[in-house]
């Protein structure tokens, strides 16, 4: 963009009305145009470019807000758009602030994240997003697993209900919606 004082040999004319430039009156030349500074204008808002400077795009000056609000990439959790920094995650762009665990909205703080359905998660909620916490400790289970009355457990944490001995070697009975080993089911069902 240049600002300068045209000479008389300066006869062009300004686009929006067409005034002659010239007479020792400021201009503005920008885009391969020149233009009085009042009518160098956004082409969206019609706001001028005094402070901020302006972009430009198919040969049309545009705001800051206005040229990233049209052409600039959107956040994945607000859908406004991104001007600033930026995380890249899950093939989008997020604000630093947007980019949380979808259950309990806290910040992953550079940590890991966990995809499910398109959306981050934090670990805990991933798994119980998956169904996959361990119905005893409610901590996420990542490696073997026990599947039993509907439920997940982790080996260690699926015990007999009355003696607490692991019960993942062997068979177990069910009363009341609780596990118990053989000895232990006969003794309180007697």
Known sequence: MVVGRPGSEIFRHSEPGQQPLGGGK????AIGKTFHPEHFTCSDCGCTFEHEGFHEKDGLPYCRNDFFKKFG????????PITNKFITALS???HPECFICQKCHRNF???PFFEHEG???CEQHFH???GSLCQTCQKPISGRCIFA???KYHPEHFCCSYCNKQLCRGTFKEANKKPFCHQCYDKINQ
Not at 26 to 29: A, F, G, H, L, V
Request: charged share 25%; hydrophobic share 15%.
């Open 149 to 151: 009355m509907g439920s």
């Open 73 to 80: 990439p959107k956040c994945h959790g607000c859908d406004k």
């Open 128 to 130: 119980q997003e998956r």
């Open 26 to 29: 400021r201009c503005i030349t």
């Open 92 to 94: 989008t762009h997020w």
């Open 109 to 111: 703080d550079g940590g």
């Open 119 to 121: 959306s981050p998660f």
